[in-house]
């Protein structure tokens, strides 16, 4: 009973653990994350020089990617909620919110620069997706949590990672493959643009991959539940796009997204990332972690065994979704 009362590992212990992790995770990406400013894009001042070659699709693609990445400022409410009263997360958050205005903005400039809509074009479709409001709990049909919204935005990370690569090599070919001297692919106007977002997107990934580590690694049961709740029925940011028909049209045409793919391109790596090597395994390590003992600590990853501090009773994950308890080394004073 004494052993319990001085154990670290109760709620506000974990928590504790945890900030301090998001807080390093944070201080990382501020110091290597991107820093670029859409208005000052280089790209820009080459947008005329191709802007005959992108197809109608590729214009309609962008446009929606736009409308995604307009809705920042309901992901940024969805923000503000995770982050409760943790200065740690709401630092990463207000970032994450930074880079994703970029976002919208550099998409603004690709397609005005380029010519391929005008800006009053995209004026009444910002205004359009101003009317519709996306929320956590209609995206994922839970309420939002820190640890939820950092699972669930590692896959949305994910996708749209995935999805601007793969713009990138489309506008790339439609752009007639240009090459430097040397033969290598060089990437002008938009196709540049797609490729610094899918960058970002990378950098997003890791961060929240990261995050939920830290929670896996300190809170297990919460970290594998908020995992379940997530993927579960996981699919793309659900917000209503004026030009939704079009738009669908223009991404099944291109094969860039279907249902098999996310699951095999976008959560199975996720899983994988966190140890996991299904989603039946997350279904049951979140089952398993219910009769996790009191104090119990996961040990992350193949890094060599950390000491942990007394009452942590660290166990190994395994990729199947049971657990190991560790023998433990000798704890720290
Ligand atoms: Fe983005
Ligand atoms: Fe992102």
């Known amino acids: ?31 290597k994350g991107p820093r670029w400013i859409a208005k000052h894009l280089p790209q820009r001042t080459e947008m005329m020089d191709w802007s005959g070659r992108v197809s109608s699709e590729t214009a309609e693609i962008l446009l929606g990617d736009f409308g995604v990445e307009s809705f920042i400022e309901d992901y940024a409410q969805m923000a503000t909620l995770a982050s409760g ?14 880079d994703e205005t970029r976002h ?22 910002l205004y359009q997706c101003g009317q ?14 820190p640890e939820r919204g950092a699972a669930y935005a590692i896959a949305q990370e994910r996708q749209t990672k995935r999805n601007y690569r793969e713009m990138q090599k489309r506008i ?37 991959r990261e995050i939920t580590r830290a929670y896996l690694k300190y809170w297990p049961d919460k970290a594998l539940q908020a995992m379940w709740d997530v993927y579960e029925r996981y699919r793309m940011p659900l917000v209503k ?4 028909e079009a738009f669908l049209e223009a991404v099944l045409s291109t ?14 790596p996720t899983y994988e990332a966190s140890g996991l090597k299904s989603r039946a395994a997350v279904r049951k390590a979140a089952k398993n972690s219910w009769d996790l003992p009191e104090g119990a600590v996961i040990q992350v990853g193949d890094k060599p065994f950390e000491e942990w501090s007394e009452g942590a009773i660290p166990h190994s ?10 023998v433990p080394t000798a704890s720290k004073t």
Not at 241 to 244: D, G, H, K, S, Y
Request: hydrophobic share 40%.
């Open 1 to 31: 009973m004494v052993h319990q009362v001085r154990n670290p590992w109760t709620a506000q212990g974990r928590n504790l653990a945890i900030q301090k992790a998001v807080a390093e995770i944070y201080g990382r990406y501020f110091q």
């Open 85 to 98: 009263d943790s200065h740690a997360t709401r630092q990463i958050y207000t970032q994450w919110v930074f």
């Open 104 to 125: 919208s903005k550099a998409l603004w400039y690709c397609l005005v620069d380029s010519g391929l809509r005008t800006q009053a074009e995209m004026d009444e479709y």
């Open 132 to 145: 519709d409001i996306w929320t956590f709990e209609k995206q994922t049909g839970h309420e939002v949590t």
């Open 172 to 208: 790339w070919v439609e752009y007639g493959q240009p090459t430097n001297a040397d033969g290598r692919p060089t990437y002008p106007a938009i196709a540049g643009v797609c490729g610094i977002l899918a960058a970002d997107e990378g950098f997003h990934e890791g961060v929240f």
């Open 241 to 244: 796009l004026p030009n939704a």
């Open 255 to 268: 094969g860039i997204d279907s249902g098999r793919q996310v699951v095999a391109e976008i959560l199975q």
């Open 317 to 326: 994950m395994n990729s199947d979704g049971t657990f190991t308890r560790l």
